[in-house]
């Protein structure tokens, strides 16, 4: 299994800024695969995929990328 980490801050005033591209792709991938996120035991969001065969786990993180 492989695992896709999208990093960023949180809250409205990064949500469309460079500094939450790993939120956007994540958000993006889980969309295409109409997967939702599940909260996970820690500061972050995971859902699993399948792509092309291969299984990811997809994590997305809840906290400022830079604390």
Sequence with gaps: MNTLLGIGNPGRDYESTRHNIGHLLINELLDKYNTP???AKGDYLEANIEIEGER???????VFMNN
């Design 37 to 39: 996120f599940k909260p």
């Design 56 to 62: 990811v786990k997809v994590v997305r993180s809840l």
